[in-house]
């Protein structure tokens, strides 16, 4: 055990140099203490037999010294030491005591930190070892597509057939799409981004991402609808975050939906302040779709990350990150679905540029329209 004394506040002003600062400890002292496991209290440290093996005692002038290990079972973390060059001056047994209990409750409190020190280093490791395997999961279904894609286009080129490549390409593409969504929701939870704010007109972005999704929309027969407040103003966002998280809503949506059948609707909605209930202006954005709805025992569930309920074509962080981005703009995400009834996400931000919102203030209030059809 390492033993050297450190000073952690100073009663007076600071030495001025390093040997002025050094405490002078009998290490004879100490190493009794330490190896025999029980208080010390020497009343004439100078004559007791027990420290006449080593010379520190007469070197440093000591005449009374109290000295308590710090030991929790077989582990001794270090000892607790005073020593008095004051003559006629004695430490006293109640003194001891008190020594050795607090040397008790240290020993403990420190045993404690290790072990829940060892609690967490397993958890993290379990942790670690979850998303590897997740992740390795979605990649994997990734890399398959494209080799299936890979092989379609090949056959394609093979009989000179552009249509059947054409075919190949369009999975090649999926697939890509799908690795470069999963790359920047992986940075997005890993390295949480500094909210950069500015004024942004809601109408191109969120048709900027209408439009990421159009070919599969069309492929599949889904009608997508944009219906952006034609009056609202600027609103303060990080556009480049809050595309990716409207992007993880609407893709979500538009593949939850039945080919031939499925509708999801984008609103925008730019509420006014309204003392008391609503202190700032708000916006809202609001997903919605006629899918199968999210069953209830996992509704709790879908903000958790690598929680999919997408089955193999879900990584389960795209909830997870557009949570944290929407968090981040000091806003909150709210989920309405039934089974069977389809789902809606509706996405509440402060719309000014004060960086210290209260979330509270987001709460929508009388003015702010519930979502329908979902009873």
């Known amino acids: ?76 973390f270090g000892a607790i030491y005073i020593d008095s060059s004051i003559a006629n001056y004695t430490f006293t047994p109640e003194q001891l005591a008190l020594m050795n209990a607090i040397g008790a409750h240290t020993a403990l409190a420190l045993a404690n930190a290790e072990q ?69 929701n992986m940075l997005a939870f890993s390295r949480p981004k500094h909210v950069e704010l500015e004024p942004t007109n809601m109408s191109p972005l969120i048709r900027e991402c209408a439009s990421l999704l159009s070919d599969y929309c069309e492929q599949n027969s889904i009608a997508l609808m944009i219906d952006v407040d034609p009056e609202m103003p600027p609103v303060a966002l990080d556009q480049n975050l809050m595309h990716q998280a409207l992007m993880n809503l609407m893709t979500n949506a538009v593949e939850a939906v039945e080919p031939g059948d499925g509708v999801v609707s984008v609103r925008v909605r730019y509420h006014e302040a309204s003392r008391p209930k609503r202190r700032r202006p708000v916006l809202e954005i609001s997903v919605i779709d006629n899918g199968p709805g999210i069953p209830k025992r996992k509704i709790n569930w879908i903000f958790e990350p690598f929680h999919t309920t997408k089955g193999i074509k879900g990584t389960g962080l795209g909830l997870a990150v557009t949570k944290r981005i929407v968090n981040d703009h000091k806003g909150r995400i709210v989920v309405e679905s039934a089974e069977g009834k389809g789902a809606a996400f509706r996405v509440l931000i402060p719309a000014d540029l004060d960086e210290h919102a209260d979330p509270s203030a987001t709460d929508g209030g009388p003015g702010t329209p519930r979502f329908g059809g979902l009873s």
Not at 9 to 30: N, R, W
């Open 116 to 184: 829940t020190a060892r609690r967490l280093q397993t958890e993290r490791l379990a942790a670690i070892g979850e998303t590897v395997a997740s992740l390795s999961h979605s990649i994997k279904n990734i890399l398959q597509g494209l080799r299936g894609g890979a092989d379609v286009v090949e056959m394609g080129l093979d009989k000179g057939d552009i249509k059947v490549a054409r075919g190949g390409w369009e999975i090649l593409r999926r697939n890509l799409d799908r690795i470069v969504t999963l790359t920047m």
């Open 1 to 76: 055990i390492d033993m050297t004394p450190a000073v952690v506040k100073y009663a007076t002003v600071p030495p001025e140099d390093d040997d002025e600062a050094t405490i002078h400890v009998s290490k004879t002292i100490l190493t009794h203490c330490v190896r025999e496991g029980e208080g010390i209290l020497s009343s004439n440290a100078q004559a007791d037999p027990r420290f006449q093996a080593g010379d520190s005692v007469a070197r440093y002038n000591i005449r009374s010294a109290i000295c308590s290990p710090i030991t929790f079972g077989d582990r001794t």
